[in-house]
Nanobody
Framework: QVQLVESGGGLVQAGGSLRLSCAAS????????MGWYRQAPGKQRELVGR???????NYGDSVKGRFTISRDNAKNTVYLQMNSLKPEDTAVYYC????????WGQGTQVTVSS
């Protein structure tokens, strides 16, 4: 079965950086679109961004220019580099695989203090 395991979350000050990782198993990783979503308390889950099998990426408007998604197909891992973090980036971050039907990781908490 599909397993997605996120890591790298934590507490960081505003303006700082974090890198999240998501290790995938049970899928042909190189062929899958991988994504990152987040959900803040009391808010709907939102798309952070995706990386396609081609390596192309797209991002939500709120993170464009600050966050970067990359993938290492040899390690079956997708990364989310988060720079210039803001308190409003505080959320649980989830890794996904797929396009129309998504598999989800368990999430990792990111807290940005002001």
């Amino acid at each position: 079965q599909v397993q997605l395991v996120e890591s790298g979350g934590g507490l960081v000050q505003a303006g700082g950086s974090l890198r999240l990782s998501c290790a995938a198993s049970g899928i042909i990783f190189s062929r899958n679109t991988m994504g990152w979503y987040r959900q803040a308390p009391g808010k709907q889950r939102e798309l952070v961004g995706r990386i396609f099998s081609s390596g192309n990426t797209n991002y939500g408007d709120s993170v464009k220019g600050r966050f970067t998604i990359s993938r290492d197909n040899a390690k079956n891992t997708v990364y989310l580099q988060m720079n210039s973090l803001k308190p409003e980036d505080t959320a649980v971050y989830y890794c996904t695989s797929g396009v129309t039907i998504l598999d989800w990781g368990q999430g990792t908490q990111v807290t940005v203090s002001s």
